[in-house]
């Protein structure tokens, strides 16, 4: 098909690189964003929120170029380091192979280098302080609001992509169509974002602890997480039950009270927090959802990123995940004769990962909250790694697949339960092994005494 007019709603991490991607390709895009130009703020000081870019990712910004201006500024994160409530910190390596990291980098700074890039192409109009408000799919027609004005527009394309984040407008607008099929499903936890500034001293300085790191204050039912900054600093992120005694929002209201909790259930990291009470009762407490949906596309209409799946946060897949589909569809764009049937190529070929990895992300925060702080599951992954060093080809852990490749979701997920039940079994039968042994052990023991 030759390339023609694409319009994309929402210049966020994923509406962005697929401008570059279109662009690159032959379209002329016109990429809308609700929200004002963040290059206009870019020099502001404030402080980082980063996130957790893997294989997947990574290959979707080299496609694009900017693999190198992004990750020059990431900070490698090897495993996680476990933080007891009492005791020291302890690490666990994410894979066998050392040389694996996931690579926290700041999300502000990625948008900006995907949004500079995408302005930088000589067939992309990026506009913003637009917000889509409807969406007329027969036509392919979307109608654009700005809010502070009151001025509205309609605009037309060959391609419209939704593009506009985890409460997206474009599927807003699809959820009246028929056959439409659509589910929500909010986490009981939230999160609320605190700080760890940069110390002048100290083994890690300007860090305050192991920057190769992620940090995990694992509390069975809820947990803290600390991601590296360039700056020295760490963002922490603590995720609570929004309601219910102890660890939740509802019991835990002000600063003061934060601070009390803290000292009883995250005391290593207290010293570390000198605006802890401050920036609890300053940062709202966000909330997270979990969306599928079918079909994606209606028409010449189709959803992307966060807007067709958003995820929980606890596998750090969800921009690897939107970067993909971004992928997924430009490669069905430049195999298919026309726009309808690389629509049915994109859809077919994401759907299905989209929610392999939304169940694994609802799985990995029963890992990270509760399984990391026990013995068995040190014990578990020290086997699964084991393994992986023998048969490197055939036996690869789940975390691995997810995160240090691009094996479909689907497919990683199926690999890790037939992972579970191989180490299952070697466990049973290691148990076996022993009970059998020490049942030998004492027949021969009684044996001996009966004759001596
Ligand atoms: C706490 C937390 C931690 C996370 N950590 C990680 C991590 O470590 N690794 C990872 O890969 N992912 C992580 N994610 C997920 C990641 O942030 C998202 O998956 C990613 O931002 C999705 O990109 P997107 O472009 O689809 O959506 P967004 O980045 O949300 O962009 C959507 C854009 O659309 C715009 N928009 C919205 N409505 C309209 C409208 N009506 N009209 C026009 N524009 C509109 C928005 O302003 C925004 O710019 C995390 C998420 C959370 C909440």
């Known amino acids: ?77 090897g495993g996680r380091m476990v933080h007891p409530v009492e005791g020291a910190a302890g690490y666990q390596p994410y894979s066998a192979d050392p040389t694996r990291a996931i690579n926290s980098v700041s999300r502000s700074a990625l948008n900006l280098a995907l949004l500079d890039a995408a302005a930088a192409e000589a067939n992309v109009t990026v506009r913003f302080d637009e917000r889509c408000a409807s969406v007329d799919f027969a036509k392919g027609e979307v109608t654009f609001v700005n809010d502070a004005t009151g001025a509205s527009r309609t605009a037309t394309a060959d391609l419209v992509v939704g593009a506009d984040g985890a409460y997206s407008a474009v599927r807003g607008a699809l959820q009246k169509t028929e056959r439409f099929n659509y589910s929500q499903d909010f986490l ?63 019991a835990v209201k002000t600063g003061a009270d934060a601070l009390a909790h803290f000292r009883a259930v995250y005391p290593d990291a207290v010293p570390l927090m000198p605006t802890l009470a401050e920036d609890f009762a300053k940062n709202p407490v966000g909330v997270m959802v979990t969306v599928r ?18 995820i929980v946060p606890f596998y750090g897949q969800g921009a690897n995940a939107s970067f993909e589909d971004c992928e997924a569809l430009v490669d069905a764009l430049a195999s298919s004769a026309t726009v309808d049937d690389a629509l049915k190529t994109y859809e077919a070929a994401r759907i299905a990962n989209a929610n392999a990895i939304a169940d694994m992300a609802l799985r990995n925060f029963i890992e990270m909250r509760d399984l990391t702080g026990r013995a068995s599951f040190k014990w578990t992954k020290k086997i699964e790694h084991a393994l992986n060093r023998i048969m490197p080809a055939t036996f690869v852990p789940l975390y691995d697949l997810v995160s240090f490749s691009t094996v479909p979701y689907s497919e990683a997920k199926a690999r890790g339960a037939a992972n579970d039940r191989a180490v299952r079994w070697i466990v049973g039968a290691a148990g076996t092994l022993v009970t059998t042994a020490a049942a030998i052990a004492t027949i021969l023991l009684m044996r001996s005494g009966a004759t001596t």
């Open 188 to 250: 009981g936890h939230g999160y609320k974002e605190l700080h760890i500034p940069p110390v002048a001293s100290g083994p890690h300085a300007p860090f305050a602890m192991e920057p190769n790191a992620l940090h995990i204050w694992p509390r069975g039912e809820s947990m803290m997480i600390a991601l590296p900054n360039p700056d020295g600093s760490f963002t922490c992120t603590l995720f609570w039950r929004h309601d219910g005694a102890g660890s939740s929002f509802a």
């Open 1 to 77: 098909m030759s390339p023609g007019r694409a319009l994309i709603v929402g210049a966020g991490l994923a509406g962005s690189l697929l401008a570059v991607y279109l662009a690159r390709a032959g379209w002329t895009v016109e990429l809308v964003e609700r929200r004002s130009d963040p290059r206009a703020r870019r020099f502001a000081a404030g402080r980082s929120i980063n996130l957790a870019i893997s294989a997947r990712g990574i290959k979707a910004l080299r496609r694009a170029g900017l693999e190198d201006a992004v990750m020059k500024d990431a900070i490698r994160m």
């Open 293 to 310: 949906c079918s079909p994606w596309t209606r028409g010449r209409v189709t959803l992307l990123g966060d807007a067709a799946h958003a």
